[in-house]
């Protein structure tokens, strides 16, 4: 969004044509207010939530059956600052009935708390789940970065749950067997079998309005999603300035978290329950495999010159 505001400042200034509208998304959700004014969630945010929400049902089935010797199962989870992404991991298990613990960014805990946090499950309940935020500080990770500066975790040095484990099994655990993890990288965006059916649906309807937004007011505006008052889970679709929305960075309130910060409250369940839906995603499938849509790229003739970056311009 702050490329966007850019992008439309940018052509104001030069008396350029153009109609800049930005789309939400973003599976973090972290795109907003703390008070969800601007929007409500973040297209893609839906489908991502159910992926952890049905990894954490068979995360729950192996830890189970393997705690003998792997007592403690650790998953990395995306979020670099905002924790929306585990704490949907929660969603998996609503009545609390799994020994799962949650890291978010937004929590003050430590490697060390961690380890005790973990340890006093291991005597309860003879095994542990920890869902870890990739932004948990662990202390360096050989971290590389990408083109806005953000971490790319994925091709640092090592991970989050990579410290996680070596930590736990190096401090010692207080049952049978020993700590694992697992992280799951891209897959936990692009695995379209978890994809919401609620999530589909708004972003196609955010997108059109997107369009509608850029046909009817002009430049500088953001589609939205924001949430009907009232119990039943309803959203309307709007516009608010880029620039209210550019650079925002939304993290999980601090009410959401518990008081031990090992888990996220029944307020957030009810804010996130809605958005992965009830029923599976309709795919088409085609000899057992997945049928994707694609294009045919058909362009136009080429009227513009070469083009040339502007940092190699003659002034």
């Not at 200034?13 to 109609?19: I, P, Q, S, T």
């Not at 805990?109 to 961690?114: D, E, F, G, I």
């Not at 989050?160 to 700590?179: S, Y």
Request: a neutral charge; aromatic letters at 6%; charged letters at 25%.
């Amino acid at each position: 969004m702050d490329t966007a505001h850019k992008v439309a400042q940018l052509a104001a200034a030069r008396g350029v044509e153009l109609v800049v509208a930005g789309v939400p998304k973003t599976i973090d959700n972290d795109i907003g207010d703390q008070q969800f004014r601007l929007i409500d969630h973040t297209p893609g945010y839906g489908s991502a939530a159910r992926y952890w929400a049905c990894q954490m049902q068979n995360a729950n089935e192996e830890n189970r059956g393997m705690c003998t010797s792997e007592c403690v199962s650790v998953y990395q989870v995306m979020g670099r600052r905002s924790g929306f992404l585990p704490a949907a991991a929660r969603l998996g298990d609503p009545q609390r009935e799994m020994p799962l613990q949650l890291y978010l960014p937004e929590s003050q805990h430590t490697l060390a708390s961690l380890a005790d946090n973990v340890n006093t499950e291991l005597r309860r309940s003879g095994r542990c789940i920890a869902v870890i935020s990739e932004g948990f500080d662990v202390g360096g990770l050989g971290e590389r970065r990408d083109a806005f500066g953000h971490i790319e975790y994925g091709a640092s040095e090592t991970t989050v749950a990579q410290v996680v484990v070596n930590f736990l099994n190096k401090v010692g655990l207080a049952a049978r067997g020993q700590a694992t993890g697992q992280v799951p990288g891209v897959l936990q965006r692009d695995v379209s079998l978890y994809a919401s059916r609620v999530d589909i649906e708004e972003a196609y309807e955010v997108g059109r309005t997107a369009v509608a937004i850029a046909m009817r007011d002009g430049s500088g505006w953001m589609a939205t999603i924001l949430r009907a008052p009232g119990t039943a889970y309803k959203v309307c679709y709007d516009k608010v300035p880029l620039n209210a929305v550019a650079n925002s960075v939304r993290t999980v309130p601090a009410a959401w978290l518990s008081k031990d910060q090992l888990d996220v409250t029944d307020d957030f369940v009810r804010y996130a329950r809605p958005l992965i839906g009830d029923e599976p995603p309709l795919l088409l499938h085609e000899s057992g495999l997945q049928r994707f849509a694609r294009l045919r790229r058909v362009f136009v003739d080429k009227r513009l010159p070469a083009y040339v970056p502007e940092c190699l311009r003659q002034s």
